[in-house]
């Protein structure tokens, strides 16, 4: 059965950078779109950014647009989001959505795997 396993968190200080990673297993290749979304405490769960894994097209939120970077690496089966200049306000849960529709602001439900996610915790 196909998963995706969500890694790379911790407790950082602001103004550090976090790479954080998303290995599908389980997948035979990786299609349409894969997506980070994240969830603060009390708050609904936020998409952040996607990658078409069948090309190279990316897509962000525009509160995240210049800070965060998603990326992918086919051959490791992976999605990667590079999180720089981390503010306290980028605490919060972060997931891996696996193969779901490349828009802007898709909802987590349209994806069809989800990780457990990382806790990133900004120290300011």
């Known amino acids: 059965q196909a998963r995706v396993a969500e890694s790379g968190g911790g407790s950082v200080q602001a103004g550090e950078s976090l790479r954080l990673s998303c290995v599908g297993h389980g997948y035979t290749r990786m299609t349409e779109c894969w997506a980070w979304f994240r969830q603060a405490p009390g708050q609904e769960r936020a998409w952040l950014a996607s990658?078409?894994?069948?090309?190279?097209?990316?897509y962000y939120d525009s509160s995240v647009k210049g800070r965060f970077t998603i990326s992918q690496d086919k051959s490791k089966n992976t999605v990667y989001l590079d999180i720089n200049t981390l503010r306290s306000e980028d605490t919060a849960m972060y997931y891996c959505?696996?193969?779901?529709?490349?828009?802007?602001?898709?909802?987590?439900?349209?994806?069809?795997?989800w990780g457990q996610g990382t806790q990133v915790t900004v120290n300011s």
């Open positions: 990658i078409y894994t069948e090309g190279s097209t990316t």
């Open positions: 959505a696996a193969v779901g529709p490349c828009a802007r602001h898709p909802t987590w439900l349209e994806f069809d795997g």
